[in-house]
Antibody, heavy 117, light 111 residues
Framework: QVQLQESGPGLVKPSQTLSLTCTVS??????????WSWIRQPPGKGLEWIGY???????YYNPSLKSRVTISVDTSKNQFSLKLSSVTAADTAVYYC?????????WGQGTLVTVSS | QSVLTQPPSASGTPGQRVTISCSGS????????VYWYQQLPGTAPKLLIY???QRPSGVPDRFSGSKSGTSASLAISGLRSEDEADYYC????????????FGTGTKVTVL
């Protein structure tokens, strides 16, 4: 069974770049069976899809975040990563990675990133 | 940013049936599948219903989904205390070159 685990700094300063990595175990990103997505949830609020990547490196981003988002993949490490630039307090959220077919399943446990000076 | 509207809360006593609505538009629910996720307190969301009304393996048949036009519904029959959670609908939206959208979320309380 495929499992995902997010990792990265829990605190980022305003205007800097948020960087997170999702490590996949129990399956290979290179299998080509899935897309790999990032989703976030501000504290006490709803879910927002950020974007996805395929093992080949092709990406698709939420138009509302597209100008600040970069998702990349490292098949040798079985990881994919998220970079979100020029962050503000509004980017404070729990960030989840997930397998993306038509739906999202499974999800990682999530990691809280706080944007604060 | 949510374009799928859900009631903020719903409640029922054990054994009752609770229904959650999800209202969208022709660019999302009206032309694409609907999915439902359950988020227990302090945990990641979990897939509950896919492609409008299909249950993944392991999801009890107390949970059922339906779709009509630009709206969808999730029904929980025989409500149990462990069903107390947040529930989100979701769908692909064809506008703005396409993107995935989630509902505003509904908190289900078991009285």
């Amino acid at each position: 069974q495929v499992q995902l685990q997010e990792s990265g700094p829990g605190l980022v300063k305003p205007s800097q770049t948020l960087s997170l990595t999702c490590t996949v175990s129990g399956g290979s990103i290179s299998s080509g069976d899935y897309y790999w997505s990032w989703i976030r949830q501000p504290p006490g609020k709803g879910l927002e899809w950020i974007g996805y990547i395929y093992y080949s490196g092709s990406t698709y981003y939420n138009p509302s975040l597209k100008s600040r988002v970069t998702i990349s993949v490292d098949t040798s490490k079985n990881q994919f990563s998220l970079k979100l630039s020029s962050v503000t307090a509004a980017d404070t959220a729990v960030y989840y990675c997930a397998i993306h077919t038509d739906w999202f399943d499974p999800w990682g446990q999530g990691t809280l990133v706080t944007v604060s000076s | 940013q949510s374009v799928l509207t859900q009631p903020p809360s719903a409640s029922g006593t054990p054994g009752q049936r609770v229904t959650i609505s999800c209202s969208g538009s022709s660019s999302n629910i009206g032309s694409n599948y609907v999915y439902w996720y359950q988020q227990l307190p302090g945990t990641a969301p979990k897939l509950l219903i896919y492609r409008n009304n299909q249950r993944p393996s392991g999801v009890p048949d107390r949970f059922s989904g339906s779709k009509s036009g630009t709206s969808a519904s999730l029904a929980i029959s025989g409500l149990r205390s462990e069903d107390e959670a947040d529930y989100y609908c979701a769908a692909w939206d064809d506008s703005l070159s396409g993107h995935y959208v989630f509902g505003t979320g509904t908190k289900v309380t078991v009285l």
